[in-house]
C-alpha cells in the first residue's frame, strides 16, 4: 500500500479470502469422516433396495382353497436363519395339530419356538421337510391368503396413534370394518366395557404406540386386532409375559375365550399358562423332546418337569 502496488480494498479482499476459506477447509475435514460414513451407509441401503425378496408378500401366485380347517403338521422341518447358516435352529420337527385344538410350545429361550411361527407365516422358508396346513405345503399357498387365515398376538403389540375402533379395525385392512364387527371383536377379547367406560368409547386416542393405555388393555385390543378377520389359526408367542399377574388373569381368560373353535398355538415361558393346552411341545436344541398332556409330561420327570419345578420355587 505505501509503495502503491495495491489499494486498501485490495488487501482486504485477500485478507478475507485466506481466513473464510480456511475456516471453510477447516469445517469440510471435520466432516468428512461423516462423509464417509454416508456413503457407505447408503451403498448398504442401495444394495436392499435391490434385493429380490425369496418370498414376494405381494405375490398373487399359488393356490387359494375355498375353505380351511385349520389342520397344522411340521414333518422333519429344518431350518437355519439365513444371517445365521452355521446355527441349526430346528433339526427335524415333526408336529400335528388337529383343527380346533391347542398346541403349547415350551422350551427355552432361543430353542427354536418363535421360528415355528415364523414358518407358519411364511416369513421364511423351511431348508428341508415340510410345513402344511390342511395338507397343503405353504409354499404353494397363495401368501396373502395364507395370512388373512393366521391372526397373531405377540408380546409387545404394536398399536398406532390413532383411535381404538381404528387400531382394530387394521387387523383386516382389505376391506371396510363395519363397526359391528369391531364391537363383535372387542367383547371377544374381554375389552367391550372398558371401551365404552371412556369418555370417547371407541374414538378414543390410545397415543403413539399405545403410551396412553395400560399393558393388558393395549394386549386386549391387540386380540380384537386379530380376531376381525375371524381366523382360522391364532398364533399366541409370549402374550402374556409382559402382564403382571393381575392383567394377565384378565389377558389369558380373553386368550381362551378367543382361542375357542380355532386351531391355537402357544408359546409361553409362564408354564401356568399352557397346563389347558391339548398339546404340549417341548422344544430342546431344536427338536421335540417330549410331548403330551401337562399331566403326562409331570409324571414323565422329564424336561417339562424339571421347567415346572423351576418356576415353581421361583
Known amino acids: 500500500m505505501v509503495n502503491g502496488e495495491m489499494t486498501m480494498d485490495e488487501v482486504i479482499k485477500v485478507v478475507l479470502s485466506i481466513v473464510v476459506g480456511g475456516a471453510v477447509l477447516g469445517q469440510l475435514s471435520a466432516i468428512s469422516p461423516d462423509y464417509e460414513k454416508a456413503k457407505i451407509a447408503a451403498a448398504r441401503l442401495f444394495k436392499i433396495f435391490d434385493r429380490k ?12 382353497p375355498s375353505s380351511v380347517t385349520g389342520t397344522i403338521q ?7 436363519y439365513p444371517t445365521r447358516p452355521d446355527v441349526k435352529v430346528l433339526r427335524g420337527v415333526t408336529l400335528t395339530v388337529q383343527k380346533g385344538r391347542k398346541l403349547a410350545l415350551v422350551g427355552s429361550s432361543g430353542c427354536g419356538k418363535s421360528t415355528v411361527v415364523s414358518l407358519l407365516e ?3 422358508d423351511a431348508e428341508d421337510g415340510e410345513v402344511a396346513i390342511d395338507g397343503n405345503n405353504v409354499s404353494t399357498l397363495n401368501i396373502q391368503w395364507l395370512r388373512s387365515h393366521i391372526g397373531i398376538v405377540s408380546q409387545e403389540p404394536v398399536l398406532f396413534g390413532c383411535s381404538i375402533a381404528e387400531n382394530i379395525a387394521y387387523g383386516d385392512n382389505s376391506r371396510e370394518v363395519s363397526k359391528d364387527e369391531i364391537e363383535a371383536a372387542a367383547k371377544a377379547a374381554n375389552i367391550h366395557s372398558f371401551i365404552n367406560s371412556l369418555p370417547m368409547g371407541y374414538d378414543t386416542l390410545v397415543g403413539d404406540k399405545g ?20 381366523p382360522r389359526i391364532l398364533l399366541l408367542d409370549e402374550a402374556t409375559s409382559a402382564l403382571d399377574t393381575e392383567s394377565e388373569k384378565v389377558v389369558q381368560q380373553a386368550l381362551d375365550a378367543a382361542s375357542e373353535g380355532r386351531t391355537a398355538i402357544i408359546i409361553a415361558h409362564r408354564l401356568s399358562t399352557v397346563q389347558n393346552a391339548d398339546i404340549i411341545a417341548v422344544i430342546h436344541h431344536g427338536r421335540v423332546a417330549e410331548q403330551g398332556t401337562h399331566q403326562e409330561l409331570l409324571g414323565r ?14
Open 122 to 124: 411364511r416369513f421364511y
Open 211 to 230: 403410551t396412553l393405555i395400560s399393558g393388558g388393555q393395549k394386549q386386549r385390543i391387540a386380540i380384537a386386532r386379530a380376531l376381525i378377520r375371524n
Open 74 to 80: 411340521l414333518r422333519n422341518v429344518r431350518f437355519r
Open 53 to 64: 425378496s425369496a418370498i414376494d408378500s405381494s405375490s398373487e401366485d399359488g393356490l387359494t
Open 301 to 314: 420327570k422329564g424336561i417339562y418337569y424339571n421347567l415346572v419345578m423351576a418356576q415353581m420355587q421361583n
